[in-house]
């Protein structure tokens, strides 16, 4: 399908009229409706609710603001697209002279409720990196009760910033973007890639993203005459829109949620946005499989993923290793385990389902009954990174890299920028393995030392080296790990340090300087130590 084939989707907004939008676009930008516009607007406690998705200090404040001239425009825009509540046509009409409530009404921004307007969308700003934008999207069910529509396209979600702030931002020529919902991936991978494929399941969520693009079409640095130069759309499952191609970089928060399958279920039974129809996860599994087959040499994906952990398991890991192909480098962080019942109440409150009772304890049980007949123990989120090996060895002997960890404590964001450079030294030591011993080494500039003892106690009990970026780790360090990192200024050599330290500690074995050049390596990988000059 075409680009254009998006721009007049049933209940989708429509993208038919560049100029409509370009109106809208600068009647939006005089309101100044930004993030720091309507935080502005709202004041510190009302807009900290509505980040919670708590509405009501919002709906105070902007039900007074309503009655000043200086800020009852925005108000009613703020109450409309991010509140949900119905405004009068006389309150919405001033924010709006260019693009008018015809006009409005065209976009499929508003509909009549009454003699009240009412959003048909969200419609709300999003920033990043200097960039700001106007993002549309189905409302939420804080917005507008009920349980969402089957086909709901969700807007930026906690999901969605995840994934963006875990992408490694390298210059490349093609992405794809599997599974786009609104577009939020998109607008992040068009800063540092030539060309970007967007896919997804739904005609209404390629609607969606169309219209964003096209009204951010300047801010993204697009040509709104020949956007397809920069962005492809296509409609389909999965990898099905483009085989037999292949990109540099995908990136994909997919439809991971682990949902019964259900006798005689339909299509249009599902969620769209996160159910990809698969029994279990085998949605996750099949990514694993396949992503390689798209990826250019050298090529990588980043994604979000739901695991299951089998009961009795060796570890969470077990079956990921499993999905993949032995040509594949793998590092995946879990930054979450939930049990059954904790994951089926946590999807079930997703789409409000909890909000009809019989719906609720049906889908629960149902939910118990499905992880039960796989002996589920548990279910795991997190962080995927996959890259098709090119000329760089990794860590295993079939020549891949392949690293599982589980850190369920707060990290630094965006990570992106730390997953790069720890791949960068992940790749140094797999081209200096013959030669390692004579690198030369420094403790990276956010590492920290503390060392533990009991009162009246010569040596301390207890030495921690901790990062005070990125992944935040810490690591327990033996006396003789602690004075290599002591001694880890650059002057001197893997061996020559370990040379030093064997004759101050009388250890002349070769066990000794093995054991600890593999432990150097280790803080090399977790980023405690690095190479001189990086």
Do not use: K
């Not at 089926?344 to 049980?365: I, Q, V």
């Not at 060392?451 to 301390?460: K, L, S, T």
């Amino acid at each position: 399908m075409d680009f254009a084939d998006f721009s007049d989707v049933p209940d989708a907004p429509a993208s038919t009229d560049p100029r409509l939008l370009v109106d809208l676009a600068a009647d939006l930008t005089a309101l100044d409706y930004s993030v720091d516009g309507v935080a502005a607007l709202l004041g510190d406690q009302a807009w900290a609710a509505f980040d919670r998705d708590q509405l009501v200090p919002a709906v105070l404040t902007t039900a007074r603001l309503l009655e000043d001239p200086a800020h009852s425009r925005l108000a009613a825009v703020v109450r409309c697209w991010l509140l949900g509540r119905t405004v009068a046509p006389e309150q919405l009409a001033p924010a709006f002279p260019r693009t008018g409530l015809d006009g409005l009404a065209a976009l499929g921004l508003v509909e009549h409720d009454g003699g009240a307007l009412r959003a048909a969308v969200d419609l709300r700003p999003y920033a990043f990196g200097g960039t700001e934008l106007w993002v549309a999207s189905d409302l939420g069910a804080h917005q507008r009760p009920g349980v969402l529509r089957r086909d709901h396209v969700l807007g930026i979600g906690q999901a969605s910033l995840t994934l963006a702030q875990l992408t490694i931002r390298t210059e490349v020529e093609r992405a794809l973007d599997l599974g786009t919902g609104c577009g939020i991936q998109v607008f992040h991978l068009l800063g540092h890639c030539r060309h970007v494929t967007a896919t997804d399941i739904s005609d209404r969520a390629l609607a969606f993203t169309r219209f964003n693009l096209v009204l951010n079409a300047g801010a993204l640095g697009l040509d709104p005459d020949d956007l397809a130069a920069r962005v492809s759309l296509r409609l389909g499952s999965l990898l099905e829109p483009v085989a037999g191609e292949r990109f540099d970089l995908v990136v994909s928060n997919p439809p991971f949620v682990i949902t019964p399958r259900l006798p005689a279920e339909r299509a249009d039974e599902q969620f769209t946005y996160r159910d990809g129809g698969l029994p279990g996860d085998d949605i996750v599994g099949s990514l694993f499989r396949t992503l390689p087959s798209v990826l250019a040499d050298g090529g990588a994906a980043q994604l979000l993923g739901n695991w299951e952990i089998p009961d009795g398991a060796v570890n969470w890991h077990a079956r990921l290793e499993q999905w993949l192909t032995p040509d594949t480098d793998a590092w995946v962080i879990q930054r979450e385990q939930l049990s059954p019942a904790q994951y089926a109440e946590t999807w079930l409150r997703d789409a409000s389902e909890n909000r009809d009772p019989a719906l609720f304890a049906s889908a629960y049980a149902a939910y118990l009954e499905d992880f039960e007949s796989r002996a589920v123990e548990a279910i795991g989120f997190g962080m995927v990174w996959l890259r098709r090996s090119a000329a760089v060895p990794g860590a295993t002997a079939n020549g891949t890299l392949r690293r599982f960890e589980e850190i369920t404590y707060p990290i630094e964001q965006p990570i992106g920028p730390h997953l790069a450079a720890a791949l960068d030294r992940s790749d140094w030591l797999a081209t200096h393995i013959a030669d390692f011993g004579g690198q030369h080494l420094q403790v990276a500039e956010d590492v920290t030392e503390e060392r533990h003892q009991r009162p009246g106690a010569e040596h301390p009990g207890v030495i921690l080296l901790r990062q005070g970026a990125g992944l935040r780790r810490t690591n327990l360090m033996s006396t003789e790990l602690a004075g290599f990192v002591s001694a880890s200024d650059g002057e001197l050599g893997v061996d020559q340090i370990i040379g030093a330290l064997a004759a101050l500690l009388d250890r002349p074995e070769p066990d000794f300087a093995r054991q600890l050049s593999e432990e150097v390596r280790n803080l090399v990988a977790d980023g405690f130590l690095v190479p001189t000059g990086q």
